[in-house]
């Protein structure tokens, strides 16, 4: 399966926009790229995901590389309840594999008021 | 609409003994995933059914470990004869389907603590 790597931890202030990266270098053509985060004591939900092109939702923005082989979930006004750990994840396309989920130790955002 | 629920939200049991889990999935979702989340730790998968497909139990850490799932309805968990290594977060999370563009929502888990 391909990795990502992200950094361990990120601290933002509230109201400011925060910008996530995580690396993938080996990813394949068929990789989707998924973003969970994970809130205190909670289970992990789910935030955006995109194969190619930049994404928008209610809750983020994902910016995708031109090589893929890197993207940015980007929270354009972080609240104190976006504190919470994010987890950058690749799943194939193909629906003959298991398509698990496989977590990494994700980022950690501390957001100040 | 309603969510994954699990059961119970907390276990506290002693070594030794075998404890049961519970998921329920959301109403339609053909794919159910456990996972276990260790003490400051990310999630490890466990076990995966989809349908009326052989499960994959490639996660399973041991033969202690054991699942069902009924149709597309309810799954179990089940530990047998507890370790104190077992104690974790156990979390189910299902999906309308196992392609890549397929989003999982997981449940708020059960903190199983083996004494």
């Known amino acids: 399966d391909a990795k990502t790597t992200q950094p361990n931890s990120m601290e933002s202030n509230e109201e400011e926009p925060v910008h996530l990266p995580c690396n993938h270098s080996?990813?394949?053509?068929?990789?989707?790229i998924h973003w969970y985060r994970q809130l205190p004591s909670q289970g992990p939900e789910y935030v955006i995901h995109?194969?190619?092109s930049n994404v928008n939702n209610r809750m983020a923005s994902l910016a995708i590389a031109e090589d893929r082989k890197s993207s940015t979930l980007i929270l354009h006004r972080a609240t104190l309840r976006d504190a919470a750990v994010y987890y950058c994840?690749?799943?194939?396309?193909?629906?003959?594999?298991?398509?698990?989920?496989?977590f990494g130790t994700g980022t950690l955002l501390a957001v100040q008021p | 609409g309603a969510g994954v629920s699990q059961s119970p939200s907390n276990k506290v049991t002693e070594k030794g003994k075998d404890v049961e889990l519970r998921c329920d999935p959301i109403?339609?979702?053909?794919?159910l995933y456990w996972y276990r989340q260790r003490l400051g730790q990310g999630l490890e998968f466990l076990i995966y059914f989809q349908g009326n497909s052989a499960p994959d139990k490639s996660g399973l850490p041991s033969d202690r470990f054991s699942a069902e799932r009924t149709g597309e309805s309810v799954s179990t968990l089940t530990i047998q004869r507890t370790q104190q290594e077992d104690s974790a977060v156990y979390l189910c999370?299902?999906?309308?389907?196992?392609?890549?563009?397929?989003?999982?929502?997981f449940g708020p888990g059960t903190r199983l603590t083996v004494l």
């Open positions: 999370a299902s999906s309308s389907g196992h392609w890549g563009y397929n989003e999982q929502f």
């Open positions: 109403s339609g979702h053909t794919a």
């Open positions: 080996t990813i394949s053509g068929t990789d989707y």
């Open positions: 995109g194969l190619t």
């Open positions: 994840i690749l799943r194939a396309y193909h629906g003959g594999a298991t398509n698990k989920l496989i």
